[in-house]
T-cell receptor
Framework: DAKTTQPPSMDCAEGRAANLPCNHS???????VYWYRQIHSQGPQYIIH???NNETNEMASLIITEDRKSSTLILPHATLRDTAVYYC?????????????????FGQGTILTVHP | DVKVTQSSRYLVKRTGEKVFLECVQD?????MFWYRQDPGLGLRLIYF???????EKGDIPEGYSVSREKKERFSLILESASTNQTSMYLC????????????FGPGTRLTVT
């Protein structure tokens, strides 16, 4: 799986958009970009994933550059409850099945702190 | 709502004890996973299972075994606990078609003394 690079920490004001960058310059054509977050003392939580196109769900938006070498997770209106470690992961999903398994390699992630 | 539960939030065991960590999911997911999380090392995959009675080794299976007798339950077994197995253990589940979209339990913090 391709390696990802994220800033170790970021700050954001409550109510503003939080834009979390991720570099994955060695991503291959069939690898997806996944984002998870982990709030203190909880298990990781799936946020969103994408291959080429931008994606949006009720939690966030994912913007992937045209060359796919980087992406940005956007939390449109950050709240204090969004304070967490955010992980960007590149992996061969979602269509794994049979003996292909959901191997997600979590790096150090970005600690996002949302301030009042 | 999707739910993965783990038998204990905190567990303290002695070196050499046999330890069972239980995970149950109520989503009828085929895939289940066990990870451990350590500071500076991130999450590392120990074992996974893609069906009842099926299992595959992850990246760090040494010192662990697993059991999956029922679809909803996946157990992690430390045959003889050692201090270097002190860690946060996380269970997850997913469906095969969306294997990267995993749902995690709250974790079990295991301390081996």
């Amino acid at each position: 799986d391709a390696k990802t690079t994220q800033p170790p920490s970021m700050d954001c004001a409550e109510g503003r958009a939080a834009n979390l960058p991720c570099n994955h310059s060695t991503i291959s054509g069939n690898e997806y970009v996944y984002w998870y977050r982990q709030i203190h003392s909880q298990g990781p939580q799936y946020i969103i994933h994408g291959l080429k196109n931008n994606e949006t769900n009720e939690m966030a938006s994912l913007i992937i550059t045209e060359d796919r070498k980087s992406s940005t997770l956007i939390l449109p209106h950050a709240t204090l409850r969004d304070t967490a470690v955010y992980y960007c992961i590149v992996s061969l999903f979602p269509h794994a099945g049979g003996t292909s398994y959901g191997k997600l390699t979590f790096g150090q992630g970005t600690i996002l702190t949302v301030h009042p | 709502d999707v739910k993965v539960t783990q038998s204990s939030r905190y567990l303290v065991k002695r070196t050499g004890e046999k330890v069972f960590l239980e995970c149950v999911q109520d989503m009828d997911h085929e895939n289940m996973f066990w990870y451990r999380q350590d500071p500076g090392l991130g999450l590392r995959l120990i074992y996974f299972s893609y069906d009842v009675k099926m299992k595959e080794k992850g990246d760090i299976p040494e010192g662990y075994s697993v059991s999956r007798e029922k679809k909803e339950r996946f157990s992690l077994i430390l045959e003889s606990a050692s201090t270097n197995q002190t860690s946060m253990y996380l269970c997850a589940s997913s469906i095969p078609g969306l294997a990267g979209e995993q749902y995690f339990g709250p974790g079990t913090r295991l301390t081996v003394t």
